[in-house]
T-cell receptor
Framework: DSGVTQTPKHLITATGQRVTLRCSPRSGDLSVYWYQQSLDQGLQFLIQYYNGEERAKGNILERFSAQQFPDLHSELNLSSLELGDSALYFC?????????????FGSGTRLTVV | AQSVTQLDSQVPVFEEAPVELRCNYSSSVSVYLFWYVQYPNQGLQLLLKYLSGSTLVKGINGFEAEFNKSQTSFHLRKPSVHISDTAEYFCAVMAGNQFYFGTGTSLTVIP
């Protein structure tokens, strides 16, 4: 157990729908990162939050949004889902905003859009 | 711009044989270097990291990597692999505030 908790583990939904993925960072970590892992794109950085504030943005679609709450958990919202959004979504956390010691990853949420 | 290249997408190797997984990077700034391992249906786990100092870095599970600045490489090695090493391995570079991951190398250990 890495200490980073992601729920749900699996999610199956239809095109056009909206889902919310949840991440609780490791105790003491203030920074949360979201990644998308698909077979054709590999690991793509989506967005980072640090202590409630957006810190960095990667290849995140406008249909996707995220936030980090005062208790430091984070949610990734995916809307108007398309078949191509099917992927593994990982959350990672680190203590500082610049993860010089690397990330701690959760075990991911597997999203299947049908 | 930063990029990470893992030259081999799949590496099959017999049990107890040595293995090297190759990683090259390009960056115009100083970098930190990492190797992660992903076992089936799991998240990524940090194997080892190079931040500064000795260019030979030892990690968990008997893995080590060597930072070569002139060749911009950070190859991962293990002298004798085990069945349990079968997994996906990712090289990553941290430049500035962001991580950049390679596309991964699938290591399959053959009994």
């Amino acid at each position: 157990d890495s200490g980073v908790t992601q729920t749900p583990k699996h999610l199956i939904t239809a095109t056009g729908q909206r889902v919310t993925l949840r991440c609780s960072p490791r105790s003491g970590d203030l920074s949360v990162y979201w990644y998308q892992q698909s077979l054709d794109q590999g690991l793509q950085f989506l967005i980072q939050y640090y202590n409630g504030e957006e810190r960095a943005k990667g290849n995140i679609l406008e249909r996707f949004s995220a936030q980090q709450f005062p208790d430091l958990h984070s949610e990734l919202n995916l809307s108007s889902l398309e078949l191509g959004d099917s992927a593994l979504y990982f959350c990672a956390s680190s203590t500082r905003p610049n993860p010089g010691n690397g990330y701690t990853f959760g075990s991911g949420t597997r999203l299947t859009v049908v | 711009a930063q990029s990470v290249t893992q030259l081999d997408s799949q590496v099959p190797v017999f049990e107890e044989a040595p293995v090297e997984l190759r990683c090259n990077y390009s960056s115009s700034v100083s970098v930190y270097l990492f190797w992660y391992v992903q076992y089936p249906n799991q998240g990524l786990q940090l194997l080892l990291k190079y931040l500064s100092g000795s260019t030979l870095v030892k990690g968990i599970n008997g893995f080590e990597a060597e930072f070569n600045k002139s060749q911009t490489s950070f190859h991962l090695r293990k002298p004798s692999v085990h069945i349990s090493d079968t997994a996906e391995y990712f090289c990553a570079v941290m430049a500035g505030n962001q991580f950049y991951f390679g596309t991964g190398t699938s290591l399959t250990v053959i009994p």
